[in-house]
């Protein structure tokens, strides 16, 4: 059964510094990875994906992240983090074709002046 | 293009009552999907539809839950009775149906339901 493992609730940082949120997944195939963030009383939004090919992928609002398969990890990351980026932030996994997303728990991403 | 619409918004109802929320996807899109949301947690599927037809409901509780979606445009979720435990966020999401490996899916706004 899949399942993703984000193992941090809550992170504070201070506006300006770099971000790293982790997503551990478990999928027995090829996973589609995905980040999602929720601001408060918003839907989920779509960061970025990762199907194949280039395992550092490139998404909305200068985020990035790296699927490591070793590791079964697709950790999401921003260089410089801004007050508006205070946030919900969602891993997901899925499966090819139109199949139903799994979701972590999310991390709730503080950001202090 | 417009997103994937959801109403109400916001509903607070006493246990043992009935509530119903409504979905309307994006234009064109084959899949929909009901996710429920608890309070610091993700959102976890209730249910999928193809078109009017249902794709997977193993995790919709079909004792107080129903959900249909006629001529696979519109959807509702309906719960009777609700239980305490059925307060969460129900998130509305749909997904068109092409050749592509994956296609994405779009989220609505959410209905946050609260049971008193």
């Known amino acids: 059964a899949q399942s993703v493992t984000q193992p941090d609730i809550h992170i504070t940082v201070s506006e300006g510094a770099s971000l790293e949120l982790r997503c551990n997944y478990s999928y027995g195939a090829t996973p589609y990875l995905f980040w999602y963030v929720q601001s408060p009383g918003q839907g989920l939004q779509l960061l970025l994906k990762?199907?194949?090919?280039?395992?550092l992928v490139q998404g909305i609002k200068g985020f990035e992240a790296e699927f490591k398969r070793s590791q079964s990890s697709f950790n999401l990351r921003k260089p410089s983090v801004h007050w508006s980026d205070a946030a919900e932030y969602f891993c997901a996994v899925g499966a090819q074709g139109n199949t139903p997303l799994v979701f972590g728990k999310g991390t709730r991403l503080s950001v202090i002046a | 293009e417009a997103g994937v619409a959801q109403s109400p918004r916001y509903k607070i109802i006493e246990k043992r009552q009935s509530v119903a929320f409504w979905c309307n996807p994006i234009?064109?899109?084959?899949?929909l999907y009901w996710y429920q949301q608890i309070l610091g947690q993700g959102p976890k599927l209730l249910i999928q539809?193809?078109?009017?037809?249902?794709?997977?409901d193993s995790q919709l509780p079909k004792d107080r839950f129903s959900a249909e979606r006629l001529k696979g445009v519109d959807s509702t979720l309906k719960i009777q009775p609700a239980k305490l435990e059925d307060s969460a966020v129900y998130l509305c999401?749909?997904?068109?149906?092409?050749?592509?490996?994956?296609?994405?899916?779009?989220f609505g706004p959410g209905t946050r339901l609260t049971v008193l």
């Open positions: 539809f193809q078109n009017n037809g249902v794709v997977d």
């Open positions: 999401a749909s997904s068109p149906l092409t050749g592509s490996s994956y296609n994405e899916q779009f």
């Open positions: 990762y199907f194949s090919g280039d395992t």
């Open positions: 234009s064109g899109h084959a899949t």
